[in-house]
C-alpha cells in the first residue's frame, strides 16, 4: 500500500564540498527520521557506495544522484549511472539536450536552489539555464536550505514554480536541504514526503515522477477530494469539490502547530469577486464569481502563461503576485473541509501556523490537476 516517506534529496560528503563523511552522513540521516536520503554531491558520485553499505547498516534507503554543478545554476540529476550526461558541457544554452539525454534514460532531474543568490556573491547558485523544456524536468526545489519558509529565495521560488505549473508543466515540489555538515539534532526542520508504493529508490524516484510529493516542517499530511485519498500529482474532474487535508505530527522535535490551509492555484474558480460565505450544510466555501476573457500568452522566457482580463482588479492582482495573475489563493482554517469550484488548471496547498515562535508556511504540496 502506498505510503508517504520522509526523505532528503539533495545531501553532500567529503567527496565533495560536505564535511560528513558517507556513513556518518548516513547515520545523521537516520537521527532524523529520514528513510531514505539521495547523495548528490558536486559533479560526482564517488560517495555512493560508502553511502549505501551505510545504508544497510542504519536501515536508510540511498539513492544515487550527482548535482550537476556549473556557473549557469545546479541540477540535482537522481540517476545509477553518474554519467547519463556530461555536466561539463553544459551551459545555459544547451542546458534542454542535456535534460532530453537524461530524461530519455529515466534520470529525475530536479532544479536545485533556483532562486538562491547568485553571482558575484556565490556563481551559479542561482539558475541562469535558458529552460525550454520544463517537461524534461521532475522538480524543482520550492524550499531550500535551512532558510525559513518565507525567507526571499523561498518566496522568489514559489513564483517560480506557480509560473511553471501556470504553463501546464507537472513538476513535483521537493525540499533541498543541500546538507553540507552536522546538525541532525536541530529541533525545527523541513524535508520533502514522497509518496511511494515500497521503501526503494525506484518506487521513490517514480513518486517524484508522479508529482506525489510535498514539502513540510513537523508535520505530515494526506489530501482527500470528495471522501476518498487523493495523491499529490493526481488529476480530478471540474466543478465542485470537498477537500479535506489530514495534519498529523511529523519528523522535528520542535512544537508546531497549524492554523490555517491555504488553496493555491488557476483551477479556483476565480474573477472579479470573491467572497467566502457559510452555507446551510456548515462548509465554509469559496465562492467566486468569474466574469472575465483569457487569453494564452507565450512569454519571453518560453512559458506558457494565462493572461486573465478583468479591468482595474487584473492588474492589482498582477502587482501582487509578481505577474502570475490567474493564480489565486482562498483561506480556511486547518481543521475545515474546503470547499471549492474547481476549473481546468492547478491547486496546490499550503499549511500556514506556528513553528520556533514564529508565524510561517509549515507545508507546501505538489499540485492536483484539475483537468475537463
Ligand atoms: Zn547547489
Ligand atoms: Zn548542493
Redesign the pocket.
Same mark, same amino acid.
Given at each position: 500500500m502506498k505510503k508517504y516517506f520522509p526523505v532528503e534529496l539533495h545531501c553532500h560528503t567529503n567527496h565533495s564540498d560536505g564535511s560528513m563523511s558517507p556513513g556518518f552522513l548516513v547515520e545523521s540521516a537516520k537521527k532524523r527520521g529520514y528513510a531514505a536520503i539521495a547523495v548528490t554531491d558536486h559533479n560526482t558520485a564517488s560517495a555512493f557506495e560508502s553511502a549505501a553499505a551505510a545504508g544497510e547498516k542504519y536501515g536508510v534507503c540511498v539513492i544515487k544522484g550527482i548535482?550537476w554543478?556549473t556557473f549557469f545554476g &545546479?541540477i540535482v540529476c537522481l540517476h545509477d549511472d553518474a554519467n547519463v550526461a556530461d555536466w561539463r558541457e553544459l551551459n545555459m544554452d544547451n542546458i534542454d539536450a542535456h535534460a532530453e539525454k537524461a530524461r530519455g534514460k529515466n534520470a529525475v532531474l530536479t532544479l536545485? &536552489?533556483p532562486m538562491r543568490v547568485g553571482a558575484p556573491a556565490a556563481n551559479g547558485?542561482r539558475m541562469e539555464f535558458r529552460i525550454k523544456r520544463f517537461d524534461l524536468f521532475s522538480a524543482v526545489e520550492v524550499w531550500s536550505q535551512n532558510d525559513p519558509p518565507d525567507s526571499r529565495a523561498n518566496v522568489l521560488s514559489e513564483k517560480m514554480y506557480d509560473g511553471i505549473l501556470s504553463g501546464g508543466f507537472r513538476l513535483a515540489a521537493v525540499y533541498g536541504f543541500?546538507w553540507h555538515s552536522p546538525g541532525a539534532d536541530l529541533p525545527y526542520f523541513i524535508n520533502t514526503y514522497i509518496g511511494a508504493e515500497n521503501l526503494n529508490a525506484e518506487d521513490l524516484k517514480e513518486g517524484i515522477r508522479r508529482g506525489d510529493t510535498y514539502i513540510a516542517m513537523g508535520l505530515q499530511v494526506e489530501l482527500l477530494a470528495d471522501g476518498e485519498k487523493l495523491p499529490f500529482g493526481a488529476e480530478i474532474g471540474e466543478g465542485e469539490h470537498t477537500f479535506e487535508l489530514k495534519i498529523s505530527k511529523g519528523l522535528c522535535q520542535g512544537e508546531v502547530l497549524p492554523l490555517e490551509i491555504v488553496l493555491k492555484g488557476t483551477a479556483i474558480e476565480c474573477g472579479e469577486k470573491a467572497r467566502e460565505a457559510e452555507s446551510e450544510d456548515g462548509l465554509k466555501r469559496a465562492v467566486v464569481k468569474c466574469g472575465e476573457k483569457m487569453q494564452r500568452a507565450e512569454s519571453e522566457d518560453g512559458l506558457k502563461r494565462t493572461v486573465v482580463e478583468c479591468g482595474e482588479k487584473a492588474r492589482e492582482a498582477e502587482s501582487e503576485d509578481g505577474g502570475n495573475s490567474q493564480v489565486k489563493s482562498v483561506r480556511f482554517g486547518a481543521e475545515e473541509k474546503m470547499r471549492v469550484q474547481t476549473r481546468k488548471g492547478f491547486l496546490r496547498f499550503e499549511v500556514h501556523g506556528i513553528a520556533d515562535g514564529k508565524r510561517l508556511p509549515l507545508v507546501f504540496t505538489s499540485p492536483v490537476w484539475v483537468v475537463y
Open positions: 548535482e554543478t &545546479h536545485a &536552489h547558485c543541500d
